[in-house]
């Protein structure tokens, strides 16, 4: 999973749900160059855009690798700010309708009908209330400043101006808890609350933020950590700061916070389970699915598909299972697989971390002979922090814009002897290289307008990452029975993902039902399905996007290679795929058939 903004995998996608892009007919014959006025116009729509965004919400750019407004945190949660926001992309889709498209050339046209895209999603987006759930087990402000604590975040923290900056966000934080608390009051007034499971699982973390003493804070951890290098003046300047931020403001609003979410919210949250429970939720659903999916179909349509890819990735267990030592029924195997010792081979969290780095070296010898694009910036394997462990998964952060800090994949090890080693190579596929880390470094390292270099959508970003793992196959490295499972096994999570959400959200599935079913399919603990289930039941659709994007682009290479036959390239095929940054799926597939139309057969 990428986490982009306010750890989502493109959360803003999810937050701000809109519907499949418009299609423009294909033009046969689009200039070789744009026309400078419609270029220039153009240019600066994006722009601005992009600024308004970063403003709107400052720790989505600094998650993204924009640096610039590291010492804000805006409020986009306050019902003043959204309206504000809300006029300005109402504003910036008006300037657009006038820039005439047909004197744009090939790249600029992606740049219009990407910009229109997400101006009209933002638009429809907005009319859903999305502030006031501003705290749940997988995303609440607060937590995500105390992951940049340690410095290893996205926010660096090794000069005496980032030091500031960070705690110039410390010094913002209370408000932002004060405005969140009056949101969830407001929902509790409205009906829009979170389910009480989600609460029950958001409370400790929220608990760990508070602390008897300042020094004793996570927030403090930067003072912990001070650089040699710094002066005397500043570090003693620094942790008076440090500690009376915390201390006489900071802890006080994470006890209101953690108080109110203990003896006022969770009394007042919901039974229920999906978002068509809350007021006009079957049409918020709707359109989330549509935003994560950049497709129209309805979730009818995906719990459907989820039932057919169930069933496919069961007949492949079913020829697999004796080849591991298994000879009962396939939809058994990923249950007997988890009880076996032998698949959970580590006592160290280093051991883990050195397979990686392994198979990190072994990929950067295969890797050319699929792709001729790849990224220049390198790909680093660290532990995810303390913190967030027991709620977070696996997941990839972007590198800097500058280069200053590589892409990272973050393993969250909570204690190695449970690890569970067949996942691990299809897991780096899809969270490092070629997956996450070829698509979004090389969509840093492209020149593009800065809405499409710091955002994207989930169906592309995760569908991408998902076909990813499936080229393990074609490298050699599902050769042992336990990798491939492993694959597999990941593959059938994607796929019970289309079932359980849609039917969650959807069809009136209760969150004990959604948890049954991934037991009895993945053979899942109660504990690790409860986890999984909790996640989207907090990010609704946002699970969707994986295997629909990796359908499509799987879709498009099989029909390039019919079309095309021995002139088929696959280096060439990802590099179409990849050059022009992410794309909703309708505009990729029109991007594709205009390639195979231009190849010599």
Same mark, same amino acid.
């Given at each position: 999973m990428y986490q982009g903004p306010l750890l989502g995998a493109l959360i803003c996608a999810a937050l701000l749900a809109g519907t499949a892009p418009a299609a423009h007919a294909a033009d046969p014959n689009p200039p070789a160059a744009s026309a400078p006025a419609a270029r220039k116009q153009l240019d600066l729509l !994006?722009?601005?855009?992009?600024?308004? %965004?970063?403003?709107?919400?400052?720790?989505?750019?600094?998650?993204?690798?924009? +640096?610039?407004?590291?010492?804000?945190?805006?409020?986009?949660?306050?019902?003043?700010?959204?309206?504000?926001?809300?006029?300005?992309?109402?504003?910036?889709?008006?300037? *657009?309708?006038?820039?005439?498209?047909?004197? /744009? +050339?090939?790249?600029?046209?992606?740049?219009?009908?990407?910009? !229109?895209?997400?101006? #009209?999603?933002?638009?429809? #987006?907005?009319?859903?209330?999305?502030? =006031? =759930?501003?705290?749940?087990?997988?995303?609440?402000?607060?937590?995500?400043?105390?992951?940049?604590?340690?410095?290893?975040?996205?926010?660096?923290?090794? @000069?005496?101006?980032?030091?500031?900056?960070?705690?110039?966000?410390?010094?913002?934080?209370?408000?932002?808890?004060?405005?969140?608390?009056?949101?969830?009051? $407001? #929902?509790?007034?409205?009906?829009?609350?979170?389910?009480?499971?989600?609460?029950? %699982?958001?409370?400790?973390?929220?608990?760990? /933020?508070? @602390?008897?003493?300042?020094?004793? +804070?996570?927030?403090?951890?930067?003072?912990?950590? =001070?650089?040699?290098?710094? @002066?005397?003046?500043?570090?003693?300047? /620094?942790?008076? !700061?440090?500690?009376?931020?915390?201390? %006489?403001?900071?802890?006080?609003? =994470?006890?209101?916070?953690?108080?109110?979410?203990?003896?006022?919210?969770?009394?007042?949250?919901?039974? @229920?389970?999906?978002?068509?429970? *809350?007021?006009n939720g079957a049409a918020w659903y709707a359109e989330r699915v549509a935003s994560q999916t950049t497709t129209a179909l309805t979730p009818e349509q995906i719990h459907a598909k989820g039932l057919a890819e169930v069933a496919r990735i069961q007949g492949e267990f079913a020829a697999l299972g004796p080849k591991l030592g298994y000879d009962g029924p396939a939809a058994g195997l990923p249950g007997w697989v988890d009880q076996q010792a032998r698949f959970r081979p580590y006592r160290k969290e280093q051991d883990i971390l050195d397979f990686y780095a392994r198979l990190n070296e072994v990929l950067k010898q295969k890797l050319p002979s699929l792709f001729t694009l790849m990224p220049k910036a390198p790909l680093d394997v660290r532990l995810e922090p303390e913190l967030s462990r027991d709620t977070a998964s696996d997941h990839y952060s972007a590198p800097a814009a500058d280069g200053s800090r590589p892409g990272v994949f973050w393993t969250v090890v909570t204690d190695p002897k449970d690890y569970f080693g067949p996942g691990m190579v299809t897991l780096f596929l899809h969270e490092g290289q070629p997956g996450h880390h070829f698509h979004i470094a090389i969509n840093q390292e492209l020149n593009l307008p800065?809405?499409?270099?710091?955002?994207?959508?989930?169906?592309?970003? $995760?569908?991408?990452?998902?076909?990813?793992?499936? /080229?393990?196959?074609?490298?050699?490295?599902?050769?042992?029975? $336990?990798?491939?499972?492993?694959?597999? +096994?990941?593959?059938?999570?994607?796929?019970?993902?289309?079932?359980?959400?849609? #039917?969650?959200?959807?069809?009136?599935?209760?969150? $004990?039902?959604?948890?049954?079913?991934?037991?009895?399919?993945?053979?899942?603990s109660e504990a690790l399905a409860r986890g999984q289930i909790e996640r989207y039941m907090a990010w609704p659709g946002q699970a969707l996007g994986y295997k629909i994007g990796a359908l499509k682009i799987a879709e498009l290479r099989a029909r390039a290679q019919q079309a095309l036959g021995p002139a088929f390239s696959l280096p060439k095929f990802h590099e179409v795929v990849l050059r022009d940054g992410t794309l909703p799926l309708a505009l990729l597939e029109q991007k594709v058939d205009r390639w195979i139309a231009a190849q010599p057969r």
């Open positions: !994006a722009d601005q855009y992009y600024e308004a %965004s970063a403003r709107f919400d400052p720790v989505a750019a600094t998650e993204n690798g924009d +640096n610039r407004f590291d010492d804000q945190i805006g409020m986009a949660i306050a019902p003043r700010e959204r309206a504000r926001y809300a006029a300005q992309i109402d504003g910036f889709l008006k300037r *657009l309708q006038t820039i005439a498209r047909d004197q /744009l +050339n090939e790249k600029d046209r992606i740049n219009y009908d990407i910009l !229109a895209y997400e101006l #009209g999603m933002l638009q429809r #987006g907005l009319r859903f209330p999305e502030h =006031l =759930l501003p705290v749940t087990q997988m995303d609440s402000l607060p937590v995500v400043l105390a992951n940049y604590a340690g410095g290893q975040g996205a926010q660096p923290l090794t @000069s005496v101006k980032q030091y500031r900056a960070y705690l110039h966000r410390l010094q913002q934080l209370p408000a932002w808890i004060d405005q969140a608390i009056a949101n969830m009051r $407001e #929902g509790m007034r409205t009906g829009v609350v979170l389910p009480r499971a989600l609460v029950v %699982s958001a409370l400790p973390q929220l608990q760990k /933020l508070t @602390s008897p003493t300042p020094e004793a +804070n996570i927030f403090y951890t930067p003072i912990k950590n =001070l650089p040699a290098s710094f @002066s005397a003046a500043d570090k003693a300047a /620094l942790t008076r !700061a440090y500690r009376d931020t915390i201390g %006489s403001r900071l802890q006080p609003a =994470l006890l209101r916070l953690a108080s109110f979410m203990q003896e006022q919210y969770l009394p007042a949250a919901r039974t @229920s389970t999906g978002l068509a429970a *809350l007021p800065k809405f499409r270099k710091f955002g994207g959508n989930n169906a592309f970003t $995760e569908g991408w990452a998902l076909y990813a793992e499936t /080229l393990g196959k074609e490298m050699g490295l599902f050769e042992k029975p $336990e990798d491939y499972f492993g694959h597999l +096994n990941d593959e059938m999570l994607r796929a019970v993902r289309l079932v359980v959400d849609t #039917g969650m959200h959807a069809k009136g599935w209760t969150r $004990e039902q959604a948890i049954q079913y991934m037991r009895d399919t993945l053979g899942y």
